[in-house]
């Protein structure tokens, strides 16, 4: 059983790492423009100016 647990922990470690390092290669490559808020190339579409 503790071999399982370690193998879960692992698992958890090196998904948290591939997760981080996607995050920031689509934050550096995948800019929001300038009428979108969000980071990691998530970005979403903001109207600027008031409600329409």
């Not at 059983?1 to 981080?20: I, P, S, Y």
């Not at 300038?34 to 190339?41: D, K, L, R, T």
Request: charged share 10%; aromatic share 4%.
């Amino acid at each position: 059983m503790a071999f399982v647990d370690k193998l879960v922990k692992r698992t958890v470690l090196v998904c948290a790492a591939l997760a981080g390092l996607a995050f920031m290669h689509n934050h550096i490559n995948e800019p929001c423009t300038s009428a979108q808020v969000g980071a990691g190339g998530m970005c979403v579409t903001v109207q600027i100016g008031g409600a329409a």
